[in-house]
Structure formats: C-alpha cells, structure tokens
C-alpha cells in the first residue's frame, strides 16, 4: 500500500457516517476530533492493563492475516458478518481494508448483496452508509 | 393520503432522532442535508446495478402492500419487528407508514408495548426516540 | 375458544418441532414428557419465588389482551417478531394463539413473508418448522 | 450516594458519546438539549398511559434492588449483558450505577473483558465508548 | 459437481448435528425422516402460493451463483455470516456448498476463525456442530 | 473443587436440555453419546491446528479466572450475558461453574431476573430449560 493511499484511508476513518442516519460527517474539526477520540481511545484501553483485552486485541489483528486465504477473501467475510450483525463502524473498517486489499465496487457489492440477503431488510440503514462511506474512498 | 400529508411526513423524514442517545435533529439545513444524503443513497444503491440487491429493495416494497392483511396490519407488525430487533431508522420508517394508515397513539403504544415486553429493557432507548419521532408526526 | 379446541392446541403444543433441523416429534410418550417438562417447569419458575420473575410472566400474559387493537393482531405482531429474533418455541406458542385468534393460513404466511423480509435467510429454517408447526393445527 | 455524587452522575448522563463512531459530547448545550431530550421522553411515556409500558419501567428499576445479590453485582451483570447487546446508552447508564456502587476501573475492566470474549470483536466500538464515558465518571 | 459427490452430500444435509448440544444423528431412519420433513416443507412453502416468499426463496437462490467474485468466496461469506448469527442449520448448509466448490479444511478453519474472533465465545458450541458436520462431508 | 463433586458436574454436563423446547435427556446412553460427541470435537478443534482459534479457547477460559472481581461475580456476569444472546449451551455451562463457586438457588434466580428483564420474554424458553439443568445439579 502506498504512502498516499494509507494517509487517505486514514482520512477517511474519520469522515465515514458518524450517527444513526446522519449523513457523512464533512467539518474537518469533527473529523479531528473523532480522530483524537479514537486514538486516545486506543491508549486507554491499552494503558487500563487489562490482559484479557490486550490479548483479544491482537488475536483480532492476526485473525484477517493471509494464510490459506488470502487477505482480501478474509476481509470481505469480515465485512458480511459485520453488516448482518449490523455494526458501522465495524463495516467501515473492513469496507477500507477490502479496498486496501484490492476489491472492487463490484466484488464489494456482491458482498453486500450476501449481507442483505442473509442479514434482510434490517440491513437497509447500513448499507445506505456503507455505500456512503465507500463513495469516498480512492477507486480501484 | 392527501398530498399535504405525504409532504409533512416527507419533512419528518428527516427530523427523526438521529444519533444514540440524542434528541431529534431541528436544524432546518441538518434536515436538509439527511434528505440529501438519503436520496443521494438510494440512487447510488441503484445506479450500481447489482440484481440481486435492487430486486430484494423492489420485494421489500411489496412485502407491505395490502393482501388477506391489511396495510396497517403488516406495517404494524413491520414496527414490532424493527422495535425487538433495535434498528431506529426502520422504526421511524414504520412509524412514518403506521400513521399514514391510520394508527392512533394508543395503538401505536400497544405496539410499542409488545416490543418492548418481547425485547426488554434493551429495547427502552429506542422507545423513547420512537416516542419522540411519534410527537413530531400529524396527530390524527 | 371451545374446550375441543382447547385440547387440541394443548395437545399440539408438544409435537411441534423439537429441535434444530428436526422433523416433528410424533411419538405419543415424547410429547407427554415434553407437555410434563413444560408444567413442571413453569411450576419451579413460580416456585423459586423470584418476584421480578412472577411479575414478568403477569406482564406478558396481559401483553396480549385485546386493547384498541384486538388479540388477533397482537399475537400476529408477537408471532412477527419471535420469527425475526428465531426463537422456534416462541413462534409455536404465537402460531397457536393466532389461530385460535381466528388467523387463516394465508393471513399466517403474509405474516412469515414479513417476518422473512426483514429478518432475512437465517430466518428459513425457523419458518419451515413453522408451516410444519401449522399443519398440525386445527385449520379453519 | 451522597447528593454531590448523584448530581455529578446527572451530569454525566447526558456526556456520554452520543452518536455512533463519535466522541463525547462536550458543548453544556448540547448536554442540556439531551438532558431535556431524556426527561421529556420519560415523561411523555409515562403519560401515554399504556399500563403494561408503565409496569415495565417498574419491574426494571426493581431488578437491579440489592437481594442475595448485592447491587454492585447485579449492576456488574447489567452492564456484561447491555455490552454484549451492544446498546450504547445501556451501556452508560450501567457504568454510572456500577460506579454508584463502588466498582473501581479494574473491575469494570474485568467486566468489559467477559463482554468483549463472550460478545466478540464487534462489541470493541462500544468498548471504546464505554472506556471514554468511563473516564468522565468520578474516580474511585 | 459429479453425480457421486451430490449424492454423497444429499446424504449428509440429514446427518448434521440436530440439536442443540446433540451429537449428530447417525440412525437412517431418522435421516429418512428429516429428510421427508425437508421436502415436504419445502414443498409446502412453495404451495402455500405467497409470491414474497416464493421470490425470496429464488432470489436467496441465485445470490450465491458467481458473479465478479466466484461461488467460494460467496459461500465462505455466506458461512461466516451463518456462524456469527449462530444458525445451525444454515452453517451446515453453506458448510456443504463450500465442500462442493473446492474448500479444504484449512480454508474451512480459516472462516470459522474469522466467525469465532467477530462473534465471541458464544459462536463455540456451533462450532463444535460445524466441525461435526465437516468430518462427515467427502474430504478433498 | 472435590472430587466428588467434579463428577457430578462433569455427569451433568451431558444430562442438559438438548433440543429446543424439549425435556432434559435422561438415558444414560445419550449422555454416553453427548459426552463422547463434546470430548471429540474438543479434541478435533484442537488437532485442526488454526492458531487463531486455539488462542482463543486459551483467552476464553482465562477470562472467568479470579482477579479483582471473584470467579463467582464473573460466571454470574457470563451466566447473565449467555441468557440474553440464547444460547442454552452456555447458559448450561456458566450455571454449573456458577455452582462450582458456591452459587445458591436465590442467588442463580436473581441472575435469571436480570437476563430475563434486560432480554424480555424471547429468554423464557431458555429460562425453563436453565431451571430444568439447575435441579439436576447439587444443591448447596
């Protein structure tokens, strides 16, 4: 991954859609903010010493490390379970390391067409802000 | 549904409670910015192309329509399914659809009162923005 | 509700189906430990004493009372919403007294559709222990 | 709990991280927008007069009432379910009870480390919001 | 897909694990009877004549046919997606699609890893099901 | 731990409810059955060799281990959060180790209280058959 698409993917964690329903937050404040609370959020887990929660942190890391699948295939799996249990931060998360890995608007929305139709119309909300969220990240 | 009644809940649309814990949205531009963002969407769902996604939208469209039940009925049951299951946009939605058909208050806490009893008390900060959502609709 | 119907609902109240992919129990002597279970169960539950417990059970009880809107709809509601939180005992229980409601077949799968939609695929394996739970009840 | 102590948690109440993804809420206004926002609703409820609604909100304050267990537990399990549900404003409210009670941020941590190995990864978001709520709480 | 193969795994849809916490089913007549209960309630959906169901079911169909990501990749989201929701019965479904389209155990463990760390410890005993199921389905 | 009472448990854990809405197995060729089924998935999990997954069984059990809160609050917490996701298999594990640890009836109901209330009515079928494996565990 190049130097320029990591620094746009970190820009866009921040910009993805930010409340239930709301549209995607754009004040570039907001943005810095949100990035400050993630970071610090981060720190502060870490630094509170539980090792229950340390160790579950990088197991989560190393689960989406390629082995016999690869990267992309694990994303993209990563992403329909977060979608059919319906968690947008989770979906942003894998939306920008599916599009780190290489997949396309096509491949993504055959993965979304998974998640809607195991998941149904539930779903709807957050697939209008995945789609949302994806607009904005570099096209492949 | 008289035309003035289509264009209020139009506007309400976008006034419903919109982040977790928060109360509703007033700003006239906020209003204006989710109606974009939730038109921009729809149309970007669309404009993908990818089959099976529009036809679930075009089946999600008809599983309401009147049939041996009538529309209040199923929109009723589309309110209960969206409460227990805790997904606040498909609870505005169903609101919305419940007072176009007819749906008094009482009735609409009766429903309310099913979701909440079947989901418990994880379904409580949803009731209150569903309660709020309800305020801002035509009282009929 | 006439004491035939009574029993019969009484009687089908153990062989609906009675595990995960399973066929409907039909042995006589399975459905009389399984009825003897369920009382014995509710008994302990009442007899433990647990107030907040007892005091549940009273509310969901009078849930389902008719109000402005009539038993029929709340139990088609209940039955909505136990198909989409795929809870098989759940969705016997309300089928049972939808159709001692007076809730015709067609009337039961309109509602399993809006149970489907919004809940999406994992919801067909609890909906054909359903139509196999149906078939067994007195039809009207 | 000292009146100090409980006005400090009414504060908070309203501090907590209000929008999926979004940091704390920090501007008096908006905690006062929310604080009404809360009220109101409780309010409006409560006035609806649906009696099984009403009963509800009884039968949940009385759960959580000191018994064999002691309130700092039952608030302890409280919280594990609300993080394993992944209900924000759940999530809240049971932090600043387990506070009330004297949990200190080493056994709330313990608690977080049950919900995050029994929920899974997709609970890590409110993990973050539950963490920065926490730190807003009066220490211990 | 040989003839061979297909048999082999119409064999196995009726000797997965079929009940909670229960080892699989080994007794023919039991598979016979689920089985004939599958059918026949597959059948009797289709009957039943409801157009929302019975386009459901087609289109749960063809969003597993390959498109720009081939039928692995989709039935390995599909049984992710399966795990995390914690439903048997489709685990074992998508469980036998991926057998079918070439998925080793490796590739197998790799998505259940995925579903484990996403979904928590609650997803263990459909694990221990799934891996049941799989040491039934033809090695390759 | 005695010895003794390791054995009882270690009984038990087979004699659990095992179907949805059914009576708890009682022929000691089931349990035999179940026992051998639970100890060779363990086994067959393990022997697969998927890193991911081994760390974490390892992290799960650590999870439950004393620290600042006793084993006793924590199987409570895990007994709490098994209920309200529904999952009997985990109910049934966290009741027995909950017993191991001295928890009493009056204490074990006013966990289910909590579960109940926080998960509504969709967590009565699970509360019946908890209460059906606590009879059969020693009473303290």
Redesign the interface.
Known sequence: MSRWFASRLDYRLVT?????????TSSHDDLE??R???E???T??QA?G????N???A??A???EP???DAK??E???L???????????I?YHLIRCREEGA????L?????????????????H???A??AL?ELPRI
Do not use: Q, W
């Open positions: 993805r859609p930010s409340g239930v329903g709301m549209p995607p903010a949100f400050h609370f993630r610090k959020m981060n502060a887990i509170a539980n090792l229950t929660i160790r579950f942190f197991l989560d190393r689960t989406y082995g016999v699948l295939t694990k993209l799996m990563g329909t379970a977060s979608m059919v249990l319906r968690c947008d931060d989770c942003t396309t608007n096509d491949e929305f055959e993965a979304f067409a998974v998640g809607l139709v195991v998941g149904g119309s539930i779903v709807i909300p697939l209008r802000r789609v949302a607009e």
